[in-house]
Structure formats: structure tokens, C-alpha cells
């Protein structure tokens, strides 16, 4: 685990907060003429049976993910610490879906599932989040975190460029992981990492 030490979590929810105001479509690379790209919610959808379980999408953002898992059957709880990204995710409406604005210590409840898409690597202590996750887990629940894999051609150049000439990398993350980090926080936090993958996104 490398910290970026370009960006502090002051300048991310400042970040957060414009892009949602702006239109977050304009930003996020994943999104091609308006449209979701990403094939992280597809694959998500068949990871597990959704039907009747407790879920919190923690950094839901705009609540795409939210909503998706609530039409699959998952009673979901959307968090995120930006409020202009709660504001577009109340648009939002599902009698199992709700959206509140808070951080990782004003998580109250126990989930089956605990997921965060693309988040853990812009959180201030992701050891800590994951800490807090698993403390707010029902007997035999579950943690799902996506975030960008490091360990590759490109993720090399990348970072060799950081080291050498300070080079900004990302708008937003804090933190560069390696697939083997989650295998130290499962193992510090008495958890089993049940399975790790990687996939190329469209872009």
C-alpha cells in the first residue's frame, strides 16, 4: 500500500462535492455518451443472491449501484460523505433503497453486505474502514471492495513516474493497493478473503 502524498482528504471532498454539482458523467471515465461503461455492476450482480439481504453501499455516490442491488431484492442503505451526491442519489426512489450523508463513523447498523465501489483507495485510513466494515457485519457477512489494480505494465510505469518526477497520476486517489494488501487486512481483522480478481474495464 502506497500513500499519494499529492492529495489529502480535504481536497477529495471538496473534489467529490464539484463533480456531483457539475455532472459527474463528465468526469468519471467510465461513462461513454451518458452511459455506464463500467463492468464492475455486472459482475456484481452475480456475485451473490441478493434477494432479502441487509446491504450498506458505502461511497455510493450517485446511487447507481444502490439502485441496482434494490431491484435484485437487497434492502440497501446508500452512504456517502459528499452531499451534492446524496442529492442526486434521493432522486432516486425504491421502498428498499434510502441515502444518508456521513462518513465512516456514522455507520449505526449491522449489514449482511458491506460494500464500497471504488472507494477504499480515496479513504484517509482505508485500514481503519475496513476495521470499522467488519465491526458492522451481521454473523457470516461480507465486505466487497473494488479499486484500481496497481500491479501491471501500466500501473508500473505509472508509479515508477510518481517516484521519479512527482508526477500526478490520479485526481483522486489517496492510496495505490496491491491485490496482496487485502490479504494482510482480512488476515489483521480475523476475516477470509473468500476471492480477489482482476478485470480490464472498457476504457
Known amino acids: ?36 461503461t463500467s463492468e464492475t455492476n455486472n459482475i456484481l450482480g452475480d456475485t451473490v443472491d441478493w434477494k432479502g439481504k441487509k446491504v450498506l453501499d458505502f461511497g455510493c455516490g450517485p446511487g447507481i449501484t444502490a439502485k441496482l442491488l434494490s431491484e435484485k431484492g437487497a434492502i440497501v442503505h446508500g452512504m456517502d460523505f459528499s452531499k451534492n451526491a446524496i442529492s442526486v442519489a434521493d432522486k432516486l426512489t425504491s421502498q428498499k433503497l434510502s441515502f444518508s ?3 465512516i ?12 465501489i471504488g472507494t477504499i483507495e480515496h479513504m484517509e485510513s482505508p485500514e481503519y474502514a475496513i476495521k470499522k466494515f467488519s465491526e458492522h457485519l451481521n454473523p457470516c457477512g461480507r465486505i466487497i471492495l473494488t479499486c484500481p489494480n496497481w500491479t501491471n505494465t501500466g500501473g508500473y510505469i505509472q508509479i515508477a513516474l510518481y517516484y521519479l518526477f512527482n508526477l500526478k497520476i490520479t485526481l ?9 494488501d487485502f490479504e494482510e487486512f482480512a488476515s489483521k481483522f480475523g476475516m477470509k478473503l473468500e476471492k480477489w480478481f482482476t478485470f480490464d474495464h472498457s476504457l
Open 1 to 36: 500500500m502506497i500513500k499519494n502524498n499529492q492529495l489529502d482528504s480535504v481536497d477529495l471532498k471538496l473534489f467529490y462535492d464539484k463533480t456531483y454539482s457539475d455532472g459527474y458523467k463528465k468526469v468519471f471515465t467510465k461513462y461513454v455518451n451518458g452511459k455506464d
Open 172 to 180: 483522486s486517489d489517496l492510496y495505490f493497493f496491491s491485490p496482496y
Open 105 to 116: 463513523d456514522d455507520i449505526k447498523d449491522k449489514y449482511d453486505i458491506i460494500l464500497s
Open 101 to 103: 450523508e456521513g462518513s
